[in-house]
């Protein structure tokens, strides 16, 4: 098991910022390529940013390229999501998640797991 503990969500207008974190739990959280999806209500879960082990590969979603950045502090444990530019449909509850083996990064299902959430709603 690998516990992830999201946090940074909240309510902000249209335009403004927010930084998500989670932290992991576990000694190997080095070698796990994590990722970062999103939820709105009766809607599929979505793939947002995935960042590599080492931070140097990083990937988008095209819905978030140039507002958002994904980085990584193996050190602490810790991923992060910087937010700008928020926009009404960035709403959503985002969760971290962290791959263990093999497979491709936009996919829910290649993701080993999963924390538990956190809301981010954008008024406009």
């Known amino acids: 098991q690998v516990p992830l503990v999201e946090s940074g969500g909240g309510l902000v207008q249209a335009g403004g910022s927010l930084r998500l974190s989670c932290v992991a739990s576990g000694r190997t959280f080095s070698t796990y390529f994590m990722g970062w999806f999103r939820q709105a209500p009766g809607k599929e879960r979505d793939f947002v940013a995935g960042?590599?082990?080492?931070?140097?590969?990083?990937f988008y979603a095209d819905s978030v390229k140039g507002r958002f950045t994904i980085s990584r502090d193996n050190a602490k444990s810790t991923v992060y999501l910087q937010m700008n530019s928020l926009k009404p449909e960035d709403t959503a509850v985002y969760y971290c998640a962290a791959r263990i083996r093999a497979g491709s990064y936009y996919l829910p299902s290649s993701y080993d797991y999963w924390g538990q959430g956190t809301q981010v709603t954008v008024s406009s």
């Open positions: 960042i590599g082990w080492s931070g140097a590969s990083t």
